[in-house]
């Protein structure tokens, strides 16, 4: 069962990083990774967080666990700010909160026994004895599905999902509760794919774990989270249960980007919304909603005015003037 | 029935056929059979969606196609010819002439195979210079042109650029500029949509469906993505372990897939419209490793309708059902 108490909660976060100005010069321009994020994962489910690259996703993953400081806003975790901790008590917290990146290869240190890899993190957190260390390392080798040899060799013997089945077990050794998943299978071939996305679903439903999501695969978004939200530039543009995004998109950048996604099936050949233009840069993005430039419905307030996420019927919050969340009224009344 | 690819009506020749190509690469830990005896034909203006997972041999098909394959690699069987000329027998200086005029070939990084120290005009006026006898400043016009046919905006300004200034959407267009600019019968593009967002990967691949139709180019299409290959292919080749284990119009892939693989191909990926929370059905075991394949058939380590005597024979890829092959004893 699903506990609608946020375990994860972002507010109003912010994250700008000073481009040019050398150490000591004044910053020229400031990127603006992630501005004025609102988000709360729920305890047990799994957020699926969307957009193309540069949007600021996995920044916003990154401040979620403290890896990265925000520049403004806060960030709660089982209702304590993170912000407000003192450096142990965030180590202590860190236990409950892990990450697993895109490419296993590198994140994983070439020198170091699987064994060791995975039991790091028990080691630095002085969980149980050496002997009981070595009991868990074994059980977690098990429990993503490597054989019981695996912890004696190195991470080049491994093919690329056994790699990321030595990340994901490297994330679980602590025994988190909530776990930022960024890009992890966006490196491997399908039929592999297939596999890690399976062992995922199966570790979330025995261990109850929380999960975000991140992909830009919206096909794999879709397959893996129970609420789904779209970032463009650094904000969340549109959020609500996976199947009110998938069925019913509000936002005219989730309905190109779902349009985009190539269906598996060729009886299926659509007509697409294409955009034209690139992504705006991050560094001087648009006034108004940052999409208007692209959009083929901007009316003039949406080039001065930000459009807020708000939240309509059903849990589904939509920031757009022209296409705002159902139940929620329009820009000009 | 014959082996080999759908069978062509004899009137027409195809634009390009391949037989029997091998490409091995003899190491030192043994010999690798990387392309291992791949038959193919295309017609113009069709698209062939060559598929599979990673090392199984698509890119060095292809590289075989224009003999552009790096060292200790060598083509040691097989034919490929091209309107009727066989590739492979052409001296290398002829050769030469054939890559951009006969065949063209784009990447998924447009960013590794740019000059960055040169201008996209100028980078793209030199391969025409390459082929053509014109002139500097014909050469530079005709560069400004085509930046403008691949809807590249303001084509005067971009082709003083250079490649740094570009998005990786935008350099990919510069790529398809240069591979286009000699007219080529065939187009191979290679992953070239892997490495953009899926917004900027849906403009790249509709401007190759306008430029083949345009142009009335034949384009190889190599990917990993079913949905690319679902939307764009006419027909479809599936690889496993250097070889073509199924090959049919994309109707029929997907529809009535009947290699083992294929199947499981199909049913491992995720759907767009799905229902979630089934579990998807992942292809037991690893990505084979070239160096240690099974005897018999390549994929009958992971294959749930495996036999005794799949160990013992290499499946020929024979025609199944009219205009559609698959190398498989149990179908």
Redesign the interface.
């Known amino acids: 069962m699903m506990n609608l108490a946020p375990l994860v909660e972002v507010r109003d976060l912010h994250k700008r990083y000073p481009l040019g100005g050398g150490l000591f010069g004044r910053a020229r321009a400031w990127v603006h990774a992630v501005e004025g994020v609102s988000l709360a994962i729920r305890a047990g489910e799994t957020l699926g967080l969307v957009g193309?690259?540069g949007c600021g996703k996995s920044t916003l993953g990154r401040l979620m666990l403290r890896l990265l400081e925000p520049t403004a806003g806060d960030v709660r975790f089982d209702g304590r700010s993170l912000l407000a901790l003192s450096p142990r008590e965030l180590r202590a917290m860190r236990r409950q909160m892990q990450i697993i990146f895109q490419d296993p290869y590198g994140s994983l240190n070439p020198r170091m026994r699987v064994a060791g890899i995975v039991g790091e993190g028990l080691a630095i957190h002085r969980v149980g004895t050496r002997r009981e260390r070595r009991a868990r390392v074994a059980e977690l080798l098990e429990l993503v599905g490597l054989p019981p040899d695996a912890g004696k060799r190195y991470p080049h013997e491994f093919?690329?999902?056994?790699r990321q089945r030595i990340g994901i077990a490297r994330a679980l050794a602590v025994g988190p509760r909530f776990i930022v998943a960024d890009e992890a299978v966006s490196a491997l071939?399908?039929?592999?794919?297939?596999?890690i996305?399976?062992l995922l679903?199966d570790l979330q439903r025995r261990l109850g774990l929380t999960l975000l999501f991140i992909a830009?695969d919206?096909?794999?978004v879709?397959?893996?989270s129970d609420r789904v939200a779209i970032m463009y530039l650094g904000r969340i543009v549109e959020c609500g249960p996976?199947e009110e995004i998938?069925?019913n998109p509000r936002h005219p950048y989730t309905r190109?980007?779902?349009?985009?996604?190539?269906?598996?099936?060729?009886?299926?050949?659509k007509q697409?919304m294409?955009?034209?233009g690139?992504?705006p840069s991050p560094v001087s993005p648009p006034p108004g909603c940052a999409f208007h430039p692209r959009c083929g419905h901007a009316l003039e307030v949406c080039r001065r005015e930000t459009p807020p996420l708000e939240t309509g019927r059903g849990g589904h919050a939509v920031a757009c003037h022209v296409f705002p969340a159902e139940g929620v009224s329009t820009a000009d009344g | 029935m014959t082996a080999g690819a759908p069978v062509e009506p004899a009137a027409a020749r195809p634009l390009l056929e391949v037989g029997d190509l091998r490409t091995v690469f003899a190491l030192e830990e043994g010999v690798v059979r990387a392309v291992d005896g791949v038959s193919l034909a295309l017609e113009r203006g069709r698209v062939l969606g060559l598929v599979g997972?990673?090392g199984c041999g698509k890119t060095m098909t292809a590289l075989s196609l224009m003999r552009l394959v790096p060292p200790p690699g060598r083509i040691v069987g097989g034919h490929v010819r091209l309107e009727g000329c066989d590739l492979l027998r052409l001296p290398e200086r002829e050769m030469r002439a054939v890559r951009g005029a006969g065949l063209a070939m784009i990447f998924q990084e447009p960013m590794t195979s740019l000059n960055p120290v040169f201008t996209v005009g100028s980078q793209i006026a030199e391969a025409i210079r390459l082929h053509r006898r014109v002139g500097r400043r014909a050469a530079w016009s005709r560069a400004v042109e085509l930046l403008d046919e691949v809807g590249i905006p303001e084509p005067e300004r971009r082709a003083r650029d250079y490649p740094h200034r570009l998005?990786g959407?935008?350099r990919q267009r510069v790529m398809i500029a240069i591979a286009i600019s000699c007219e080529p019968r065939v187009l191979i593009a290679d992953e070239p949509t892997t490495a953009l967002?899926?917004?900027?990967?849906?403009?790249i691949?509709?401007l190759l469906r306008t430029l083949r139709e345009r142009h009335g180019m034949a384009v190889v299409l190599i990917t990993?993505?079913?949905?690319?290959?679902?939307?764009?292919?006419d027909e479809v080749a599936i690889m496993y372990a250097g070889r073509i284990v199924e090959h049919a119009s994309?109707?029929d892939i997907?529809e009535r897939p009947l290699h083992p693989y294929t199947q499981?191909?199909?049913r491992?990926?995720?759907?767009?419209?799905?229902e979630?929370?089934s579990?998807?059905?992942?292809?037991?075991g690893?990505?084979p490793?070239l160096l240690h394949l099974p005897s018999g058939c390549h994929f009958r380590d992971r294959c749930p309708k495996a036999i005794d005597r799949c160990a013992a024979e290499d499946p020929p890829l024979e025609e199944k059902a009219r205009g559609h092959a698959a190398a498989c004893i149990r179908v």
């Open positions: 193309e690259s093919s690329g999902g056994q071939d399908v039929s592999i794919q297939a596999q996305l399976n679903q830009h919206l096909r794999v879709e397959h893996v996976r998938y069925r190109t980007l779902l349009s985009a996604v190539p269906v598996p099936d060729p009886r299926r050949r697409r294409t955009l034209g690139d992504v | 997972e990673s998005s959407g935008m967002d899926v917004t900027i990967q849906a403009e691949l509709d990993h993505d079913l949905g690319v290959v679902a939307e764009q292919a994309v109707l997907f499981a191909l199909l491992s990926m995720p759907g767009l419209g799905g979630r929370r579990r998807l059905e992942a292809i037991p690893q990505v490793d």
